[in-house]
């Protein structure tokens, strides 16, 4: 298991380092995730045991009918929202870092409060009905609910899964009961490359935000001294001297 510096960790069978990347093999198919090797605290064994695998995969519930909000001034108003900000207090009310939630709202959506996927799931964070029920959400396209209800929900999976990131956002996309049937992430192309995608946003995201910070650090540079002119030339190079007593400039004043 990769432990990450932020605290996320990422089970796999094995690993390679591949230039400024450690390659995380996270299953025996091959698949993996490419992490910047700076951002690996350590490498720990992973106790946690396997779920049997099912013999037949349980049923998935069928979407409900999805009801397309009509393009009224409520819907105009929706559009207005300062997302930045819902996505701010929806993470700090459940305690996750708004870059990890913006990563997955990209995914899901592409920022688009009314997206519906082919399987139903709407708005931002792209609830399916059936969970957006659960959580509470009555409006799955009004951007603060969605956002509320799917920040919430990912705080659930991260808790479900000891905050295993891979798994916790392999469930998001599959379902928790993909997770278990096969004791992690599922071998879906689409799931693994869902959470390749998001894992990788955000950890560029925290480099970014890491060079910002130490360029930020960086000391002032200090202009080269003047070398000492000669009498002759101070002189020379002097302004007139103002005429009256009007045209002064008070000594201690600050040119704006």
Partial sequence: MAVLRNGFSIPHERHVVVGNNTRLYTSADGSYVDVPTSQIDHFEEDLTPSSPSAKAAPRTAE?????????????????????????????????????????????????????????????????????????????????????????????????????????????????PLRVEQYGGVPPYYETRAYVARIIRDYNRKKLAEQHAAKVKKKPATHPAKQPMMADSEREARAPQTASSSGDKVMRGSTLR
């Fill in 63 to 175: 979407a409900l009918p999805v009801n397309l909000p009509a393009k009224t001034a409520t819907a105009k108003a929706q559009a207005n929202v300062n997302l930045s900000g819902v996505v701010s207090e929806a993470s700090g009310r459940h305690n996750i870092d708004p870059d990890l939630v913006n990563s997955v709202i990209w995914a899901e959506s592409d920022f688009k409060t009314h997206a519906v996927s082919r399987k139903g799931a709407q708005g931002l964070m792209q609830l399916m009905p059936q969970t957006a029920a659960t959580l509470g959400v009555d409006n799955a396209f009004d951007p603060r609910s969605n956002v509320e209800g799917g920040t919430r929900y990912l705080r659930e999976l991260l808790e479900k899964y000891n905050f295993d990131l891979a798994k916790a956002l392999a469930a998001y996309n599959a379902g």
